[in-house]
């Protein structure tokens, strides 16, 4: 069964850091496209970062120079390094896997909150 993991989510500073990660279970990592979703209050759910199996990686333009999506696939892991937080970048945030062998196949984590004060 196909289990996406998330640690690391909670409470944090204007201008602190969080890192996020995501354990992958009963995929094999290196053929997914690896992400990181997130949804604010009343707001449309929205791309954070993606990283493909070459490691092609794109980056909302609101995180862009501030976080850093990495993925480690011996141990079918991602990270969102998220440094420099704002209060807009509070979200619950989801991890996300795309079989890019059969799009068919594409997976979501159960979302963990984020929420920086200022």
């Known amino acids: 069964q196909v289990q996406l993991v998330e640690s690391g989510g909670g409470l944090a500073q204007a201008g602190g850091s969080l890192r996020l990660s995501c354990e992958a279970s009963g995929i094999i990592l290196s053929i997914y496209t690896m992400g990181w979703y997130r949804q604010a209050p009343g707001k449309q759910r929205e791309l954070v970062a993606d990283?493909?199996?070459?490691?092609?990686?794109n980056y909302a333009a609101s995180v862009k120079g501030r976080f850093t999506i990495s993925r480690d696939n011996a141990k079918n892991m991602i990270d969102l390094q998220m440094n420099s937080l704002k209060p807009e970048d509070t979200a619950v945030y989801y991890c996300?896997?795309?079989?890019?062998?059969?799009?068919?196949?594409?997976?979501w984590g159960q979302g963990t909150q984020v929420t920086v004060s200022s």
């Open positions: 990283i493909t199996p070459a490691g092609s990686i």
């Open positions: 996300t896997a795309l079989n890019m062998g059969d799009m068919r196949y594409a997976y």
